[in-house]
């Protein structure tokens, strides 16, 4: 039997996959820092919901890829610390982000972390590596479902340019 025959989880990583897996979780850290302190800048409470929503993914990112890394005898990347609590109407109005910011932000960093998955898929020889991050890809999209449906209920949403009249067919 070869050394990719059998159990995924006995298979060695490939450097790619290592690298992978380490760039993802420290994504996924710097990812948690930045929605804490969204989630202190933000007033309405369906977006508060979304931002806890999407650390309680960051959080389960960091948790499966740090586990396969060190199971591998890999040292995760450092976390960042808590930060802060801090209330509202405690930020100056200048240095405060508005909801709609963060929604943008939101919209195109699941984006960004749906394309990440799907290369990391296309990338893996184990298994176990590919449907890890498909299972994330798919948590993402319904993540970034509901912040298109918050972004258009809120009118927070700016699309690009519209084309609200057909063009006429050619007639060859």
């Known amino acids: 039997m070869g050394v990719l025959n059998g159990n995924p989880k006995d298979e060695?990583?490939?450097y790619g996959e290592i690298f992978n897996l380490?760039?993802?979780?420290?994504?996924?850290?710097?990812?948690?820092?930045?929605l804490q302190a969204f989630h202190y800048h933000a007033g309405d409470q369906d977006l508060?919901?979304?931002?806890?929503?999407?650390?309680?993914?960051?959080q389960q990112?960091?948790?499966?890829?740090?586990?396969?890394?060190?199971?591998?005898g890999f040292t995760p990347p450092p976390a960042l610390p808590?930060?802060?609590?801090?209330?509202?109407?405690?930020?100056?109005?200048g240095a405060r982000f508005?909801?709609?910011?963060i929604a943008a932000s939101l919209a195109g960093a699941v984006s960004l972390s749906l394309v990440v998955c799907s290369?990391?898929?296309?990338?893996?020889?184990?298994?176990?590596?590919?449907?890890?991050?498909m299972k994330n890809h798919a948590q993402m999209a319904a993540l970034?479902?509901?912040?298109?449906?918050?972004?258009?209920?809120k009118g927070w949403l700016v699309p690009p340019p519209l084309q609200l009249k057909k063009p006429e067919p050619a007639l060859v």
């Open 12 to 14: 060695p990583l490939h």
């Open 22 to 34: 380490w760039q993802f979780s420290a994504t996924a850290k710097m990812s948690l820092s930045t």
């Open 48 to 58: 508060k919901k979304i931002i806890d929503d999407l650390m309680d993914q960051s």
């Open 61 to 72: 990112e960091i948790k499966d890829c740090d586990k396969l890394l060190k199971t591998h």
């Open 82 to 93: 808590d930060r802060p609590s801090v209330k509202l109407e405690e930020i100056p109005a």
């Open 98 to 101: 508005s909801d709609p910011e």
């Open 119 to 133: 290369q990391i898929m296309g990338t893996s020889i184990r298994e176990d590596i590919g449907a890890m991050f």
């Open 144 to 153: 970034g479902m509901a912040v298109l449906k918050l972004n258009k209920k």
